[in-house]
């Protein structure tokens, strides 16, 4: 039976209280159900009250109503209670639903997402393998590139070195590479490094010759050639005045340096002695003449003074070529071809030039300056370097 059927009655056998057994009844207790005279029945009820026995049971009957009043206000509260508590979870649920149905929809966003994130880091990941591998491809390549360049620029140094001395230009394509092997910071560059340090101590320890120094000597004596007298091109001297003149003249000198009253009068000259007089200047004048056509020189080699005017240029300009080759041979450091064209430029000035001028004689000294330089210098090669490079480069 449900919570809403429970009967009301007090006396119902099955609300909990011991029930009398009818047997057990008092005979005045029951009425008659035929006697319809309600006096005799509240006499009846009245004498059953009487009764202590029924006293206890009418007591116990009022308190089963109550009880049972009690308790379904109590049931009927509780059904509300649940009522709107299921009410509310009804509405919670709805709620609950709804939240459930939004996770599962942004958890299946989420999961998208995710799959896009992994796909995208899968991507990245290989991307970062590629551009790992190609810096790698790039870093060696760069690396060979720059031994290529440094091999290059090492073997130039090694060649000028050894065909041209440049001792100053192998210098600076040695600390040059230095630099350039400095700048990657790697330890397989140490030994290249070394290599190159040995070869720079080796050619910081050659002794300095001054070619510049040398070489604008000669270009001294190179601009002098066109000023410098021949023997060919000396010229007689001026003629003197004659001594009839040069009397006539002295004592006009003294005349006018003293008084006019202290000048002694000249005595006049006969005839003949003027015709004298005459005949011995004209002489001396001829003498003179005479002498200046005619001059008396010891010269070693006689073909200097017949220099024509073309062949003179010719002497110069072979004199330039001579100290030309001279400057090459110094650029070179070809110290037989410089000492030789040196020799030979001394020569000819010895032979066409005037030794007495003084121009030919500083020209002379700067060319005995030039010869005493010692161009003889052994210039070690760059060997050791261009094997340390090109050992690093064959390895795998």
Known sequence: MSMNEL????????????????????????????????????????????????????????????????????????????????????????????????????????????????????ESQSQQAALESMYQDISKNRDEWALSEIEQVLSTASQQLQLAGNVQGALIALQNADRSLSRSDKPQFITIRRAIARDIDKLKALPSVDQAGIALRLDNVIGQIDTLPLLSDEKPAEPQAPRRVAAATAAAATVKGKPAAAAAPEPELTLGQRAMETWRGWAHEMWDDIRQLVRVRTVDTPEALMLSP????????????????????????????????????????????????????????????????????????????????RNYKSKP
């Open 7 to 122: 009967p009301n009655n007090p006396d119902h056998p099955n609300t909990g209280a011991t029930a009398t057994p009818p047997e057990h009844y008092p005979a005045a207790a029951v009425p008659p159900l035929l006697e319809p005279r309600v006096p005799e029945r509240a006499a009846g009820l009245g004498a059953l009250l009487n009764k202590p026995q029924n006293l206890a049971i009418v007591a116990l009957a009022v308190l089963l109503a109550m009880q049972t009043w009690s308790t379904h206000n109590r049931i009927g509260k509780l059904r509300e209670e649940v009522a709107r508590t299921l009410q509310k979870d009804s509405a919670s649920n709805a709620e609950t639903a709804q939240l459930v149905r939004d996770t599962q929809e942004t958890a299946k966003e989420l999961q998208v997402k995710v799959g896009v994130l992994e796909s995208r880091q899968t």
């Open 310 to 389: 073309s062949e003179a240029y010719f002497v110069r300009e072979n004199l330039k070529l001579r100290l030309l080759n001279a400057r090459l041979a110094l650029l070179s450091r070809n110290e037989g071809t410089f000492r030789d064209d040196l020799d030979t430029a001394q020569q000819q000035m010895r032979k066409y030039f005037d030794t007495r001028a003084r121009s030919t004689l500083t020209a002379q000294a700067l060319l005995r300056q030039v010869q005493a330089n010692n161009l003889s210098i052994d210039v070690p090669d760059l060997s050791e370097s261009l094997n340390a490079v």
